[in-house]
């Protein structure tokens, strides 16, 4: 089985900065894209950012030069920096990672419990 934790969501003000963390353990032969989505009440979920295992980025343009993705390979962890937070940034902020088990042929992805980010103007 694979488990995924994520940390660090919580109350911040505008013009603040946060920084989510997500971790994966259990039976994992490899990793290939780590990434983040969001999804604010009455709305779809949506992408945030995505990092692929060579290290190339994706990000939605209403994230773009506030938040930095990024990877730690030997911890299996994936961390999202949220800088110059809005109040539109609020959401329930999801990690995704697609990910080979051991003995597996193929990679599933997987989503991490949730965690709140609340900004306040």
């Known amino acids: 089985q694979v488990q995924l934790v994520e940390s660090g969501g919580g109350l911040v003000q505008a013009g603040g900065s946060l920084r989510l963390s997500c971790a994966a353990s259990?039976?994992?032969?490899?990793?290939?894209?780590m990434g983040w989505y969001r999804q604010a009440p009455g709305k779809q979920r949506e992408l945030v950012a995505t990092?692929?295992?060579?290290?190339?980025?994706n990000y939605a343009d209403s994230v773009k030069g506030r938040f930095t993705i990024s990877r730690d390979n030997a911890k299996n962890t994936v961390y999202l920096q949220m800088n110059n937070v809005k109040p539109e940034d609020t959401a329930v902020y999801y990690c995704?990672?697609?990910?080979?088990?051991?003995?597996?042929?193929?990679?599933?992805?997987?989503w991490g419990q949730g965690t709140q980010v609340t900004v306040s103007s």
């Open positions: 995704n990672v697609v990910i080979r088990r051991v003995l597996s042929t193929r990679s599933d992805s997987y």
């Open positions: 259990g039976s994992i032969f490899s990793i290939n894209v």
């Open positions: 990092m692929a295992s060579g290290g190339s980025t």
